[in-house]
């Protein structure tokens, strides 16, 4: 069903904006590294918010695959920042839930966040080992060598490292999520 | 001696310390003073805009307010720090209601951001602060014959880089200022598939596969990064690559800052040269 004030909630997040510039030329979906893996790839994205396709959009794997290249967003012929759009969408398809389980790039982002969130520094092993543990712990196997190179040449440290004022930073955050949501 | 504020970001102490052992001593040889911002935190990358826009403006703003503090600029080695850091503070210029959102949450570690920080990519500063004319005069073991293709990656040059976003020059040119040949090839701006590598590893592997082999096919002995993602992607993947596609790259991923260290004659272990993944001894043995 179409939503029509789904282009208004894709605009009100920061980067959304400038959205109903795009005069549908492609040359983003042209330019994606990554577009032949999208359900519906970034010039249809584009298309489906100001059609109001907002949850067949946000629980598709489509932005997911935005590898942040930023190729769409030096080339688009009307500045609308494809990328920046692409992270908006996201940014409500986690607000609302509406990601599925074969999505398994925000559990990633979910990961990343909460290291970076617990230490003030992201702790790339921890983050890892999280991550497969919460999707596929055997794809962590077939990952096990090259862990186990890392690890061998001294670039997975096996403690953390923490911030002196980690308090401080979770107050920040803390308020902002109290202030719920940029706006 | 120039000074400036440092933003290691958190892969240079862990998957891409050969990036955080390397900037420092290169940097001291080229009279820069990199002063680590006193208890930086990660700079939310990538990920963090993609869960909570106004959280990771605030975790971004901390280390702005920080760093304003200096009154310095803010340099970074990392590719992913620089345009989350850089967004970050364009983002807070465009959207009043964000700025003052952001205030409102440093307000709670009494931090304040005035938006005065100016946030540098450390290739930037190299090329337009030191300049390839410098670093060349300061060369001691010129690269020779060696045959070094430059791979940008994305966020040195997009969107908002220093450099042309699609056909840049300056990594060329400050390798070429090593003595190295500057091999010429088509991808060199293009996307290794970053942090996909994890939760999409198929597609990632056929991005690598598709640098790697053009790299290889152009001549290139070696490929030199400044990015923590790309250099981990070619690097730490390239068997994952060869196992996938029947492929015998063998073809050593330094960073930038370690191929600069090779030139102006800093030991090898100063520059965590055995730390690479794919070994790059054998190509720089006649260098060191």
């Known amino acids: 069903m179409a939503d029509v004030s789904f282009i208004d909630e894709v605009c009100s997040i920061p980067g959304g904006g400038a959205i109903r510039s795009c005069i549908q030329c492609g040359m983003c979906t ?96 921890g983050m890892m080992l999280k991550f497969f543990l919460r999707t596929n712990p055997f794809a962590a196997l077939k990952l096990a060598p090259v862990g186990l190179g890392l690890l061998l040449h001294r670039r997975l440290p096996l403690k953390p490292s923490r911030i002196k004022e980690i308090g401080e930073l979770k107050a920040i955050l803390n308020k902002a999520k109290a202030l719920g949501g940029a706006k | 001696m120039k000074n400036y504020s440092y933003f290691p970001g958190c892969s240079a102490e862990a998957t891409a310390s050969p990036l955080g052992l390397s900037v420092l001593p290169v940097a ?9 911002l006193e ?4 700079c939310g990358s990538s990920p963090y805009g993609s869960v909570d826009k106004l959280e990771a403006a605030c975790i971004a703003a901390r280390n702005l307010a920080l760093a304003e503090k200096t009154g310095l600029d803010l340099v970074t080695p990392c590719s992913n720090c620089f345009v989350t850091l850089h967004g970050a503070n364009v983002y807070l210029k465009e959207y009043p209601t964000l700025k003052e959102q952001v205030s409102e949450a440093l307000a709670m570690a009494s931090l304040d951001y005035k938006g005065r920080v100016r946030v540098r990519h ?14 060349r005069a300061k060369v001691t073991k010129s690269l020779k014959r060696l045959r070094v293709a430059s791979y940008y990656g994305c966020q040195l040059v997009r969107p908002d880089g220093f450099d042309d976003p699609e ?20 991808l060199k701006a293009h996307c290794c598939g970053s942090s996909l590598v994890m939760p999409e590893q198929e597609v990632a592997l056929e991005l690598i596969n598709k640098l790697l082999r053009n790299a290889q096919e152009n001549g290139a002995q070696c490929l030199v990064t400044p990015c923590p993602l790309c250099q981990i992607n070619l690097d730490a993947y390239q ?50």
Not at chain 1, 96 to 115: A, E, H, I, W
């Open chain 2, 122 to 135: 450390l290739v930037e500063v190299l090329y337009s602060d030191i300049t390839p004319e410098v670093i």
């Open chain 2, 39 to 42: 208890d930086w935190n990660c």
């Open chain 2, 239 to 288: 068997s994952q690559v060869n196992r996938r596609f029947k492929t015998k790259y063998n073809l050593p991923v330094l960073f930038l800052t370690q191929l600069v260290g090779v030139a102006l004659g800093i030991k090898p272990d100063a520059l965590g040269l055995s730390r690479n993944i794919v070994s790059p001894m054998r190509v720089l043995a006649p260098y060191l």
């Open chain 2, 167 to 186: 056909s840049p020059h300056s990594l060329d040119e400050l390798v070429a200022s090593l003595g190295a040949d500057v091999v010429s090839w088509q």
């Open chain 1, 30 to 125: 042209g330019s994606c590294p990554t577009a032949s893996r999208w359900d519906y790839p970034p010039r249809q994205a584009i298309a489906m918010v100001r059609a109001g396709l907002r949850d067949e959009l946000l629980s598709s794997n489509s932005m997911w695959f935005c590898a942040s290249c930023y190729t769409c967003t030096v080339r688009c012929p009307r500045d609308i920042k494809p990328t920046d759009i692409m992270h908006a969408l996201e940014v409500l398809a986690i607000r609302n839930g509406l990601s599925t389980k074969r999505n398994r790039t925000p559990v990633m982002y979910q990961c990343f966040v909460d290291s970076a969130k617990g230490n003030g520094r992201v702790y790339e092993l």
């Open chain 2, 28 to 36: 001291k040889e080229l009279d820069m003073d990199l002063i680590e």
